[in-house]
């Protein structure tokens, strides 16, 4: 039994030891949790500031004009919408004076053409309207010139070949009508590829 004393002596010294080793190893991985812990909770609190700081950001409304609204305001808007009738009345114009010529009535040709000026006329003004608001807004007034004096050479040719067809009967008449409303939608043609190049950018097509 004596003999044996400092071998267990030697084997409690080493077991204490060992656990003294365990208890600094969870007492080093307990303080990086909470190191961890407190790294994560500054992170998330971060977030959370940059998530208020964003959130209180005011939204822009688009123009900015809201509630500025006048009735010529609104006609100059419906521009877009008037564009299209007389782009259409003197495609059948056209088409109908070239049929006249078989037809020396001529009816269908006199009502597209007319239709086609008074649809113009209303285009013309909303164009009008629209354009003063855009140079107010500070837009290059060259290109919204360009078009506004090609579409009213448009009107005026297209009005003189309405004039033209009113004398459908007579062949020299239709001959003048036709070539007119040629003109006139030569014209409109050229006048809409500006107006698009003033909505959508002067690269939107190559030409």
């Known amino acids: 039994m004596t003999s044996l004393r400092p071998a267990l002596i030697l084997l409690a010294a080493l077991l204490f030891a060992l656990s003294a080793e365990a208890s600094a190893t969870d007492s080093g991985s307990t303080d990086e949790s909470k190191g961890g812990d407190s790294d994560a909770g500054a992170e998330e609190v971060e977030d959370i500031e940059v998530i208020e700081t964003v959130q209180t950001i ?6 900015g004009d809201k509630g500025d609204w006048t009735a010529l305001k609104i006609l100059g808007r419906l521009h877009p919408s008037a564009v299209h009738f007389p782009i259409g009345g ?6 109908f004076a070239f ?5 020396t009535d001529g009816r269908a040709a006199r009502f597209s053409a007319w239709f086609s000026v008074l649809a113009a006329g209303a285009a ?14 500070g837009a290059n007034s060259d290109p919204i010139d360009l078009h506004r004096n090609v579409m009213l050479g448009f009107v005026a040719t297209a009005l003189l070949g309405a004039i033209a067809l009113l004398r459908a009967r007579d062949r020299r008449f239709i001959y003048a009508g036709l070539f007119l409303t040629l003109v006139a939608f030569i014209l409109v043609s050229i006048g809409g590829h500006l107006g698009g190049n003033i909505v959508y950018g002067n690269d939107y097509l190559p030409f």
């Open 99 to 103: 049929l006249a010529l078989r037809d």
């Open 124 to 137: 013309v003004l909303t164009g009008l309207l629209r354009s003063d608001e855009l140079k107010a807004a």
């Open 90 to 95: 003197v495609a059948l114009a056209l088409l």
């Open 58 to 63: 005011q939204p822009v409304e688009a123009g």
